[in-house]
């Protein structure tokens, strides 16, 4: 149904600028990091190939992140209201098995200028599977949450293995089903093994990249990130992970466009000055990532890479409760 409402298109860079201009003053204070240093950027340029669409509804348009927070709206709407119970997995998440072999592919390129600016072009040819991250994430989650995998038993035809990846991603992400219950996929020991035989399937059918913008938790960002609830997040999420169950976090900056990304926490490490998550990046399936919570400043830190320069970022829990 949603498919037939949407309607994506590229915007121009100069879009991301304006937008970002007029509120770049709503981020200006930036608290001191203790850990990680990082070079000035231009928040002129847009850092997230999710940052860079459109959404036409109907006779109107929605421009950049804004068409975001109005899928999440009417998601919200459509929605029920019983948050689920949590319980602990079985097992522990394992990056060498509970992760697609493959990635995210980014439609824009990132890099500094001769002058130190964080700067974007077109990649050419046009990535045949960009725009992702939330679906990749989600995927990882419902199948570790909602699937077994049997590699005693035999393997099946292409079709049967369509439907179950349909059954998996159709599975609710907020709860874990009974052992006996869970989705069984005969012939691989796990997602890494399955996924670097069924790319291609899995890609098709695990959704549409309209999925990663139709998010239920984007209403979220419409309301700004205290330090106060970015310090609840880290010791919730660290609570959630002692659970078994990998993690999907929006990464964001709000109204800037510098990030917007999925990703997977897995893991955390606790000291007296930090806490540092272990990361499953869509867009960087080969290792782990770490995103970094800092104590002092009460701010998450991510660490650069191909698609974002480094630095503070927002984050809240999606996929957990009824309204996320």
């Not at 937008?19 to 340029?45: C, G, M, V, W, Y």
């Not at 050419?124 to 989600?138: E, G, L």
């Not at 996929?185 to 990663?212: M, N, V």
Request: net charge positive.
């Amino acid at each position: 149904m949603y498919n037939r409402m949407l309607d994506w298109v590229c915007v121009d860079i100069s879009a991301a600028r304006r937008l970002s201009s007029k509120n770049q003053d709503l981020r200006s204070s930036e608290p001191p990091s203790s850990k990680h240093q990082f070079p000035a950027i231009s928040t002129s340029h847009a850092a997230d190939d999710l940052s860079r669409c459109h959404l036409k509804f109907g006779i109107w348009t929605f421009p950049d992140s804004w068409s975001l927070v109005l899928g999440a709206l009417v998601l919200l709407l459509l929605s029920g209201c019983a948050s689920p119970q949590k319980s602990t997995s079985p097992r522990r998440f394992d990056f060498q098995a509970d992760t697609f072999a493959f990635s995210n592919e980014l439609v824009w390129a990132y890099q500094y200028d001769e002058k130190g600016h964080w700067t974007t072009y077109h990649r050419k040819p046009r990535p045949k599977y960009s725009q992702h991250c939330f679906v990749v994430a989600r995927s990882v989650r419902q199948f570790f949450r909602n699937a077994r995998f049997e590699p005693s038993q035999p393997r099946v035809d292409e079709t049967t293995y369509r439907h179950l990846i349909q059954q998996v991603v159709s599975s609710d992400p907020r709860t874990e089903r009974p052992e006996d219950k869970k989705i069984v996929i005969p012939g691989y020991s796990d997602l890494r093994t399955f996924s670097e035989a069924h790319e291609q399937l899995l890609k098709k059918y695990c959704g549409g990249a309209w999925q990663s913008y139709f998010q239920l938790g984007h209403w979220r960002m419409l309301f700004s990130f205290s330090r106060d609830h970015q310090e609840r997040t880290a010791h919730q999420l660290v609570a959630d992970l002692a659970t078994n169950a990998p993690v999907v976090v929006h990464l964001v900056r709000f109204p800037e466009l510098t990030i917007n990304h999925a990703v997977v926490l897995f893991d955390a490490k606790e000291n007296e000055k930090e806490i540092e998550f272990l990361v499953y990046d869509p867009n960087q399936s080969a290792k782990p990532t770490t995103i970094t919570y800092n104590r002092g400043t009460r701010t998450f830190l991510f660490a650069p890479n191909d698609y974002f320069p480094g630095g503070r970022v927002d984050v809240y829990e999606v996929y957990h409760k009824w309204n996320y």
